[in-house]
């Protein structure tokens, strides 16, 4: 029945059914059932509905019949499935979806900016920026510009975001250039952004941001033009608004250390923001303030300068606080606080500042005066230097932008522009801003006019082109009245010199110069406002010009210069002497009546803004707001139809149609498509001197030249008088056809470079190896054992030992660019290694000349004798120092300690003991700096002194004792002297075993500590030990000699490699043991840090790590609570894996070649610092060891990863793309998982940047929760977590990292398990970490071999095997089962995993005998489109698959159309088939099964095909120019396919039964009423055919001209729809709705249909597939569920 665009209060239009007619009333049933009555006379008014204005299509210009409705409707359908872009032509509709989505990822970003055509791809904003910069690219190419308008709220601000984002992106991604025209966002939506009524995120001012390029498309420069700041919001805002953004976020920050001097309070303590609303949503203030900081940062303004800006702002507030009161005639201030504080951050005097506001001067000639002002005027002044503070900032801010954006850079040449300025406006209240900004959108709206109609129409008539009557609504009228000499503008600018003027003589002016102006409006009832109104291109405005005139005055205050240029702040003074010069320019070249106004700067800079609009190519992106609450998923269509209707796209969808996109002059269309046709007709072309005739001839060879790719339809292509007239679609394949041959002569460019290439690097390859090969026989050390064979005894001196390294490690540098590995590297990097190690160990001997560690001197003494250095004087002498140290270090300590007791006997022992070596005879075997030899001779004075003052004292004892008894008391006191002197003795040796007075129990001490330290081979506390052991000057016993000899051995490597070893082998894997691990850990720091034996050491590493591993995942058991393990286990997992650095799959630093630094010059990095520390400069490769393919996935992942933690500058709608970029390319494979993983762990570590931080660990959360790192990479995951969640969480940003962290190691665990059961269910334990060969088929019949873990999903292989295929558009192509004598194929779900495919075709092939292969091929093949000539791989593999499909074809089709299709196949193949054509032997059955399909080919007649193919062969061969590019051929034969009824459609066979078992159903509730396919055959045969567009059943009885088939579509408002589908066993059933022929009345109603067929379950999937593609919205939300 026929179905109607009906007028609807809900949907404007809605799709109805016509039910019934009578003579009066026609009766339409509509969504929902819903009954429409409409009189029958308006039946012809009513547009009817076609099926494809339902589908929602990606342009409406493909629309054969296009009006109001199919428009709306189109845009409608396609935001309910998050489709928020449509084209018409090249025009983008943008709607604003009010929820961030992921379709602004770098994959998709990369998608377009590698695009052959934007039109190739949906529509998007990327795809707007990559016209403009294919038109920079292109021959002659103009300037270009995207104009992007839109009503407040429209998302035209984020939209301009996006298309520099891109543009930076196209234009060489991050530098300085392109990071700083990011970080102007900050800036200017900061200070230029405000909450509206319409709008959160309004720029209430417009800007022109111009990117000037060279001629290799590189950034030269870049200008911000900022037009018409609102200023009046600074003062005042209604009740639902709120002022700039800025003030808010400095309210924000007001507690930070840097901020609080500025001394804020909270919003409602300020008159500028008190009455307005001071949260916006979805505004975070807080972070918006740290990105602005960034950006200052970024754009290099200084600390001092940021700190000047926020004093400004805080100005600013204070000074909206100062209040009036009147005082007689004059005015004086309330409360001197804010004034005071107001000056203070202004740096102005406060007495000065009170003086601009409350005095008023008046300047007559040279006399200057002043007046006082009233609290009114008062108040007025205030705010007026309120406005003008914030005003010049603004301005100084975008100049000091612009300095820094066009630093060395040219601003000649071609340019890129991106306007976004103020929608159309229309308040209760309207004054000269709102004139202003609605001025501007008449002049964008007349450039869109002129460029998209006039221009047009104009070329029509003059080249007598007939396209009917097209008409446009024209708005030339409204622009001349508004802005033209004599109009609104000019008259205003005029009452401002005129005395006494005032806004009503302003308004009499305007009545009486345009009374009669149709777009003029008069109010009918003159209110005490004046008031006039103006019929815009948008609606009707009525504008209150009261405020018009001094509005109009662009004159500061007189006060203010002076003021400005007093202040202590370098800004203000910089502002002040720029509003000086602008005075007294204008006062000097302007007449006295001639007065600056606000309106003539405007329209100036307008007119400027034309002039460069009108220099470039346009393009436009027309932004539309669904609803008004500014919330998702609401789409109101009226409001939507209001603005479709206002930016002129039906018009310009209506004159598309009609008329030509391109309208090229002769020349120029000769000139770019002359290589598309035949060299003949380009020979030909230069003999006609006629340029008309020229023409004329190229383009009849069109047709021809483009018949490989669809050829050219009546009334595509049009010749008029000067120029050349063509459609879009035909200057699109024009544009193909030519890339086609442009394609062709670069590949025969890329052969000669290649072979250049290749003979280069193989002549280098000769030149390297031979460079190495000379290396290695003059440095054949080593061979043999002995120290005639070291470097040092061959070359003679350590700088020459260097210089042979340096030269050896220059060629391996160059080896790096070679396609060959060094032949031997192993080898002469060990020897490279040790050569290295004797120049840093005869370094270090000279070193230690002087030291007084013999320790230190032992271990280089042991290095040297492993080394086999030859004798040198150093060793001996070295080992000299060490015995003298040995001795002479305690006995040094002994002395300073004796002499600080001064005891005599200490002094005694000590003298006895320096005797008991010799010293103090063989002076000069002092070691000089120990200063032995002074300190013995004052040991000596000392003991002599002591001796000679006890002598002295017995002698007065004696003296004073009794005569009687001093014979008796000085034998007994001998005798007590003598003992006590023997006990003091014993006392003394009992407590001081040596020389420096260490007792024996601390000796033991000592002695334990060097046996423990050497059972671990703690090599540390081995040091230290023996240190200590030295300098106290214990006796050598057998412990010491112990520690002596292993620390001596600990510095051999064969002694290293041994232990490693053996240690190694007493790990028992299932129990290993701390203590053994420990040591391991031990011996491997130690070999690292003496770069030894490295080989034993990586395998070491891997199995101590293991070790651990074991042991941590027993301890820890899935918790991450931290009193559950022994700080002894902690110590040893934080040994093992804290260093990410001993990871095996990272890359050695030699291998990483760094961060872009964005300089060519500069400072060399050092990568041992900076490859695993936080950075915002990019990578130049992977950090792991990736597969080759995946390097540039790799470095793509940390641009997603930079911008989403903040650290590059990309719009905020962008970053949930990109994370989500981040976690789909980690779910890519195994290795992809651990670079992504590493990279955050990188830019966590060390970030200055809390907010960064913060970022980074939500993308860890997230991958901890969805994505499996490998088992090597989990440990070092898990002890960075819990490191990072074991943090100080004094502070509220660590305490949520450290919660972040503890959740992350929660996930980690829950991940890690549920892995595991997954692993063991599919495959066997440990499944998951084999490597297994896979061998993929083409449709060409030629393999692939892939290898990748078992734990892989199909998606993760088509990653894999497109890489290697050099395939771009992965997500088109899909795997198939393929088994042994079945020719239908099977779509299998990407989700699958590789080891359960292989275990479930294990099983089949033992049951059935029928082994299954893995087929790769496209999933749907498009009946529209065309080859790539941009991706070679994808092309090839599409033609290959349309010739199969062709062959497996299942009906017949025309004799004569197949022939053609055969004698373009076999003149691509001309070279295979060339001996039988020759022969004209074609005929044999084996070769047309190769050209004609198998069901055209049953009755036989080979001579007859043969015949047929032979003819149209020669046809063919006269009209294609020889040489032709395989590419062409394959276009040719594939254009010729898609005419084919059935192309691109999956069939099967099968046959429609009435009935089935109830069991048999598979829809249980399926709709009782069953629809006959043919109501003529209930029960019929048919192929099930399914594309992208629905299901047809095709009679397996067809035949060419007489054939049955019938369609149902998914697109959910077709007439026949299908809506459901589901298989079980051999039989399908599909839920359609439609109208069943025996109740027509009752409307489209659901039917069942059942099939009975072999395929019934692949039937089922496919249909499923698609319609999931159909109701599934980008962010993978079920369109149904939204409903």
């Known amino acids: 029945m026929e179905r109607y665009w009906i007028p609807d209060k809900e949907l404007v239009f809605a799709p109805c059914t016509l039910k019934s007619q009578t003579d009066q009333e026609a009766t339409f049933e509509g969504l929902d059932n819903q009954v429409l009555v409409q009189p029958v006379s308006k039946l012809p008014e009513f547009f009817k509905v076609v099926d494809a204005q339902l589908l929602g299509v990606d342009d409406i210009a493909s629309l054969e019949e296009v009006h109001q409705a199919a428009v709306l409707h189109t845009v409608r359908v396609r935001f309910e499935r998050q489709l928020v872009y449509t084209r018409v032509a090249r025009i983008l509709i943008a709607v604003n979806p009010f929820q961030a989505l992921t379709i602004y990822g770098s994959a998709i970003l990369d998608k377009y900016r590698t695009a052959a055509d934007s039109l190739d791809q949906p529509p998007h904003v990327f795809g707007v920026g990559h016209d403009a910069i294919a038109g920079l690219r292109r021959e002659g190419a103009r300037n270009q510009a995207v104009l992007i308008s839109g009503e407040s709220g429209a998302g035209k601000t984020e939209t301009t975001k996006l298309v520099l984002s891109f543009i930076s992106e196209a234009f060489g991604g991050s530098g300085s250039i392109q990071d700083k025209i990011m970080q102007t966002n900050p800036v200017l939506e900061a200070f230029g952004n405000a909450k509206t009524v319409r709008n959160n995120n309004s720029s209430r001012f417009g800007k022109w941001l111009q990117v000037n390029v060279s001629p290799s498309l590189s950034i030269n420069s870049c200008t911000v033009t900022d037009y018409l700041l609102e200023l009046t919001r600074v003062n005042s805002q209604n009740a639902s608004e709120r002022n700039y953004h800025i003030f808010f976020q400095l309210l924000q920050a007001r507690q930070d250390a840097d901020m609080k001097h500025l001394e804020l309070g909270e919003p409602s303590s300020y008159e500028y923001l008190k009455k307005c609303q001071h949260q916006a949503q979805g ?27 926020f004093r400004l702002i805080a100005g600013i507030l204070n000074l909206g606080n100062v209040d009036f009161a009147e005082d007689g005639e004059a005015s004086r201030v309330k409360d001197e606080k804010p004034l005071g504080q107001a000056a203070k951050q202004l740096g102005v005097d406060v007495e000065e500042l009170k003086k601009s506001m409350v005095k008023r001067r008046i300047v007559v000639g040279k006399d200057v005066t002043e007046a006082n002002r009233t609290a009114l005027q008062a108040s007025s002044a205030r705010d007026a230097v309120a406005r003008l503070l914030y005003g010049r900032l603004f301005k100084w801010l975008i100049q000091c932008i612009n300095v820094q954006l066009s630093q060395g850079g040219s601003t000649e040449g071609q340019f890129f522009g991106v306007l976004d300025i103020a929608g159309f406006e229309s308040f209760e209240q309207n004054s000269l801003e709102q004139l202003f900004i609605n001025l501007s959108n008449e002049h964008l709206q007349a450039h869109f006019n002129n460029h998209m109609f006039k221009m047009e129409l104009d070329d029509y008539k003059t080249e007598g082109i007939d396209v009917g009557s097209l008409t446009f609504r024209d708005n030339s009228d409204i622009v001349t009245l508004i802005d033209s000499k004599g109009g609104l503008l000019a008259l205003l600018d005029e009452e401002v010199t005129v005395p006494k003027a005032t806004d009503q003589t302003f308004l009499s002016k305007v009545f009486k110069a345009h009374e009669t102006h149709a777009r003029l409006v008069k109010p009918k009832i003159a209110g005490k406002i004046p008031t006039f109104g103006v019929r815009h291109f948008a609606g009707d405005v009525m504008y209150q010009s009261e405020g018009f005139l001094e509005k109009n005055v662009d004159k500061p205050p007189d006060e203010a210069p002076d003021l400005l240029k007093s202040s202590s702040m370098s800004v203000l003074r910089e502002i002040g002497t720029q509003i000086s010069n602008e005075l007294s320019e204008a006062g000097g070249s302007r007449m006295k009546k001639s007065v600056k106004t606000v309106s003539s700067g405007f329209r100036s800079s307008l007119a400027e803004l034309i002039k460069k609009l009108n220099s470039a190519d346009p393009h436009f992106i027309r932004c539309i707001k669904p609803n008004a609450e500014k919330v998702p998923d609401k789409f109101f269509s009226g409001m939507v139809m209001d603005q479709l209707t206002c930016s002129g796209v039906l018009e310009a969808v209506r004159i598309r149609q009609s008329g030509f996109a391109a309208r090229t002059p002769f020349s120029d269309f000769i000139g770019r498509y002359r290589m598309v046709v035949s060299k003949s007709t380009q020979a030909q072309l230069p003999g006609i001197n006629d340029l008309a005739e020229r023409a004329k001839v190229f383009v009849d060879a069109l047709p021809s030249a483009l018949s490989a790719i669809g050829g050219l339809q009546d009334g595509d292509l049009l010749l008029g008088k000067t120029k050349v007239f063509a459609r879009s679609a035909t200057i699109s394949k024009l544009d193909k056809a030519r890339d086609m041959k442009l394609l062709g002569y670069a590949i025969d460019i890329q052969c000669f470079w290649r072979g250049y290439v290749v003979r280069k690097m193989m002549k280098m390859c000769d030149e390297v190896f031979a460079q190495l090969k000379a290396w290695c026989a003059k440095n054949n050390f080593y061979a043999e054992p002995g120290s005639q064979h070291t470097a040092l005894a061959k070359l003679g001196s350590s700088s020459a030992i260097q210089a042979e390294v340096d030269r050896v490690q220059q060629i391996f540098t160059q080896s790096e660019k070679l396609p060959l590995p060094l032949p031997r590297r192993q080898a002469v990097e060990k020897v490279a290694q040790r050569m290295q190690n004797e120049v840093r160990e005869l370094e270090h001997l000279q070193t230690l000349a002087k030291s007084l560690e013999p320790v230190v001197i032992e271990k280089a003494l042991a290095r040297a004798k492993d080394l086999e250095l030859p004798s040198l004087a150093e060793v001996d002498a070295l080992q000299m120092r060490l015995g003298f140290l040995k001795v002479q270090l305690p006995l040094a300590k002994a002395m300073a300690a004796a002499l600080e007791e001064q005891e005599l006997a200490r002094l005694q022992e000590v003298m006895d003991a320096v005797k008991a070596t010799g010293l103090h005879t063989k002076t000069e075997d002092w070691i000089a700096e120990l200063q032995g030899m002074e300190l013995a001779g004052q040991v000596y004075d000392a003991l002599e002194k002591l001796k000679a003052k006890k002598k002295l004292d017995d002698i007065e004892a004696k003296r004073k004792a009794d005569l009687q008894q001093q014979l008796e008391e000085q034998k007994h006191e001998a005798k007590t002297e003598a ?32 046996m423990a330290a050497c059972h671990e081979y703690d090599v540390q506390l081995l040091e230290k030990g023996l240190g200590e052991a030295t300098a106290q000057g214990i006796e050598e016993c057998e412990q010491l000699t112990q520690a002596h000899k292993l620390l001596q051995n600990l510095e051999t490597e064969a002694f290293l490699e041994t232990t490693l070893r053996e240690k190694q082998a007493e790990i028992d894997p299932r129990e290993p043991n701390a203590e053994i691990l420990r040591t391991l850990q031990n011996l491997i720091n130690h070999a690292n840090e003496r770069n030894l034996a490295t080989d034993a050491v990586k395998e070491a590493q891997a199995v101590m790590q293991q070790g651990v591993r074991h042991r941590t995942r027993k301890t820890l058991k899935g918790t991450i609570f931290f009193d559950k393990m022994q700080l002894e286990e902690m110590e040893l997992v934080d040994a093992a894996f804290s260093d990410l650095r001993t990871f095996t799959g990272i890359k050695e630093t030699t291998q990483w070649r760094g961060h872009r630094t964005g300089r060519y010059f500069g400072a060399a990095e050092n990568l041992n610092e900076t490859m695993l520390r936080h950075t915002k400069l990019e990578l130049k490769a992977a950090l792991t060891r990736v597969q080759a393919g995946e390097e540039k996935k790799a470095i793509q992942c940390f641009r997603c990863l930079l911008g989403w933690m903040g650290d590059r500058p990309v719009p905020a709608c962008q970053r949930t793309g990109q994370l989500q970029d981040l976690i789909d390319t980690a779910k890519m494979s195994p290795s992809l998982a651990d670079e992504v993983y590493v990279q955050t762990m990188k830019q966590l570590t ?32 898990r002890n960075f977590l819990m490191r990072s969640a074991a943090r100080d969480c004094s502070m509220q940003e660590d305490a949520e990292i450290a919660a972040t962290a503890k959740q992350c190691v929660i996930d980690l665990n829950i991940n890690s398990a549920s892995e595991e059961k997954i692993r063991t269910s599919v495959g066997g334990v440990g499944s998951g970490a084999q490597v297994m060969p896979v061998t993929i088929l083409l449709v060409d019949h030629s393999t692939r071999k892939v290898h990748i873990e078992r734990s892989a999903t199909l998606e993760q292989l088509s990653q894999r095997l497109c890489e290697q295929l050099r395939v771009t558009q992965t997500e088109e192509f899909g795997f198939f089962q393929m088994t042994d004598g079945l020719e239908s194929h099977r779509l299998l779900p990407q989700t699958l995993v590789l080891s359960a495919v292989e275990e479930k075709w294990s099983k089949l092939k033992a049951s059935s005998g029928r082994a299954s292969h893995l087929l790769f091929k496209r999933k749907f093949l498009k009946v529209n489109e065309m080859l790539n000539p941009g991706d070679l791989g994808h092309a090839t593999l599409t033609y290959k698959q349309v010739l199969w499909d062709y062959l497996h074809y299942p009906a017949p089709e025309d004799n004569t159309f197949i022939s053609a299709i055969a004698a373009s196949i076999l003149l691509l193949e001309i070279d295979h088939y060339s001996e039988y054509v020759n022969k004209r032997r074609i005929d044999d059955p084996a070769i047309l099964e190769q050209l004609v399909p198998a069901v055209s080919l049953r009755d036989r007649q080979y001579k007859r095909w043969s015949n047929q193919i032979m003819n149209l062969l020669a046809q063919l061969r006269e009209s294609v120019e020889p040489g032709e590019s395989r590419l062409l051929g394959m276009s040719r034969v594939m254009s010729l396919c898609q005419r084919m009824k059935l192309f691109g459609a999956y069939f099967w066979h099968g046959r429609q039964v009435n009935s089935i078992e109830p069991e048999q159903a598979a829809i249980k509730e399926a709709p009782r009423r069953n629809c006959a396919i043919n109501a003529k055959s209930l029960e019929n045969e048919y192929w099930i055919c399914v594309d992208l567009f629905g299901v047809r059943f095709v009679s397996v009885d067809t035949q060419p001209g007489s054939n049955f088939q019938r369609g149902f579509l998914f697109a959910e408002e077709a007439v026949e729809r299908v809506y459901c589908c589901a298989a079980q066993n051999t039989v399908v059933q599909f839920v359609v709705k439609t109208v069943d022929p025996k109740d027509p009345t009752a409307g489209r109603i659901p039917q069942t249909i059942t099939i009975m067929s072999p395929a019934a379950v692949d039937v089922a999937f496919i249909v499923n597939v698609v319609l999931k593609q159909h109701y599934t919205t980008p962010t993978g939300q079920s369109r149904r569920s939204q409903k």
Do not use: H, M, Y
Request: charged share 35%.
């Open 979 to 1010: 003992t006590f002197e023997e006990d003091d003795k014993a006392k003394r040796k009992k407590t001081r075993t040596t020389i420096t007075g260490l007792s024996e129990g601390d000796q033991q001490k000592v002695l334990l500590s060097l």
């Open 1246 to 1277: 060390e970030n200055p940047s809390v907010r960064s931080a913060v970022q980074g660990w939500k993308v860890l959360l997230r991958l901890c929760q969805d994505v499996k790192s490998s088992e090597q990479l989990e440990e070092f995951l």
């Open 283 to 309: 505004v975070d203030d807080r972070q918006c303030f740290d990105e602005l900081k960034d950006a200052f940062e970024a754009l290099g303004f200084t600390l001092e300068v940021q700190q000047e800006v």
